[in-house]
C-alpha cells in the first residue's frame, strides 16, 4: 500500500535524552514536513524538506533536528534542548496540491 | 507571510444543524491551495477537500459544502444536517511559497460537538 508510516506509535523518553522519530513515505513525494501538535492546539510546522539533501527550519524549529538523505525518508529527532518534548508528532509529505499524513507519534517525557 | 485564522475555538450544535466553520488566510502568492482536512480523535487528519487560488467555485460534496471567496481571503466550511459522527477538530490549511520553498500551514483548528 502506498502511504506514509511513521514509527513508533508511542514513545517514552527521559529527561536528557534523544530521540528519533521515523518517517517514511512511498508515494515518491520530493516536499516532507514535520509537525508538533499539544492537546487541543493546531499544527505547528518543525522542519520541512522540498529535496533531498535540504530543509528549511518551520516556526518551532528550536530542539529539533532533521535530515533528509533519501527521498523517503524524513527522520526527526528532539533533542535534550527542547525544553518540553512532549506532545503528538505528525508526518506529511505532499505534491503540490495534496499533502498526506502519518498516523502520529506520541511522545511521552518520563 | 502566510498565516490561517480559524477564529472559532470550539462550536457545540445540536444534531440536524448546520454549521459554518471559517478559515481566513493570508499570502503574497498568487498560487496556492487550500484546504480542509478532518481530525477525529484516533489522532489521523482525514483530507476533505483542496482549492487552487484560481479557481473560486464552491464545491458541495453531500452534506459538505465550501465557500472560496478571494476578496475577503476565506475559505469557509458549512455542514449541513449535522450528526454527531461529524464532531471531531477541523484544520484549514494554505498550501504557499515562501523564500522560494512551498509550505504547508495550518491553523488553530475548530473543534466541533455535536450532540444528539
Known amino acids: 500500500d502506498g502511504g506514509i508510516t511513521q514509527s513508533p506509535k508511542y514513545l517514552f523518553r527521559k529527561e536528557g535524552q534523544n530521540v528519533t522519530l521515523s518517517c517514511e513515505q512511498n508515494?515518491?513525494?520530493?516536499?516532507m514536513y514535520w509537525y508538533r501538535q499539544d492537546p487541543g492546539q493546531g499544527l505547528r510546522l518543525i522542519y520541512y524538506s522540498q529535496i533531498v539533501n535540504d530543509f528549511q527550519k518551520g516556526d518551532i524549529a528550536e530542539g529539533y533536528s532533521v535530515s533528509r538523505e533519501k527521498k523517503e525518508s524524513f527522520p526527526l529527532t528532539v533533542t535534550s534542548a527542547q525544553k518540553n518534548p512532549t506532545a503528538f508528532y505528525l508526518c506529511?509529505?505532499?505534491?503540490?496540491?495534496?499533502?498526506?499524513f502519518g498516523q502520529g507519534t506520541r511522545l511521552t517525557v518520563v | 507571510a502566510q498565516k490561517v485564522t480559524q477564529a472559532q475555538t470550539e462550536i457545540s450544535v445540536v444534531e440536524k444543524e448546520d454549521v459554518t466553520l471559517d478559515c481566513v488566510y493570508e499570502?503574497?502568492?498568487?498560487?496556492?491551495?487550500l484546504f480542509w482536512y478532518k481530525q477525529p480523535p484516533s489522532g489521523e487528519l482525514v483530507f476533505l477537500i483542496r482549492r487552487n487560488s484560481f479557481d473560486e467555485q464552491n464545491e458541495i460534496s453531500g452534506r459538505y459544502s465550501w465557500n472560496f471567496q478571494k476578496s475577503t481571503s476565506s475559505f469557509n466550511f458549512t455542514i449541513t444536517a449535522s450528526q454527531v459522527v461529524d464532531s471531531a477538530v477541523y484544520f484549514c490549511a494554505l498550501s504557499a511559497k515562501s523564500g522560494g520553498y512551498n509550505k504547508l500551514i495550518f491553523g488553530a483548528g475548530t473543534r466541533l460537538a455535536v450532540h444528539p
Open positions: 499570502t503574497r502568492d498568487t498560487t496556492y491551495y
Open positions: 508515494l515518491n513525494h520530493d516536499a
Open positions: 506529511a509529505s505532499s505534491t503540490t496540491d495534496r499533502a498526506f
